[in-house]
């Protein structure tokens, strides 16, 4: 079994799909307006609409509503990264950090709240 890819539900595609092409470098692929793809080659983050999963009703996941899950995106620099986004983060959390375990880390929430790790491995 393989991991496909990770899916986000929220109110605004077109705003959460900018904030990740941002973030990842990566154009996302549209297949139609309530839903984009970032692939990147360890894995593909998914963005839809509510109206993907209306058809669960009361199960329905909502936006902007996770406080469970961190996104993870493995860098080469956290702080080259940090500088390049500064303008696009709204709320960071943690700023450029490294770790009792020797990775070095920045903590943001996207437009919707949801946790994004940028992070680098100690060198060997």
């Known amino acids: 079994m393989d991991l496909a890819s990770l899916r986000i539900i929220t109110r605004d595609v077109d705003r959460l799909t900018r904030f990740y092409e941002a973030v990842t470098g990566v154009t996302a692929t ?36 996770n406080n469970s899950i961190i996104i993870e995106f493995l860098v080469t620099d956290v702080d080259a990264e940090f500088a390049r986004l500064h303008d696009v983060l709204d709320d960071v959390a943690l700023p450029p ?28």
């Open 30 to 65: 549209r297949p139609s307006p309530v839903f984009a793809e970032l692939r990147t080659t360890s894995g593909t983050l998914a963005i839809a609409s509510t109206a993907t999963v209306a058809m669960l009703g009361d199960s329905a996941p909502q936006p902007a509503s």
């Open 97 to 124: 950090t490294t770790m009792p375990w020797g990775n070095r880390s920045t903590l943001f929430r996207d437009p919707d709240g949801n946790l994004v790790n940028l992070f680098s491995r100690p060198a060997p």
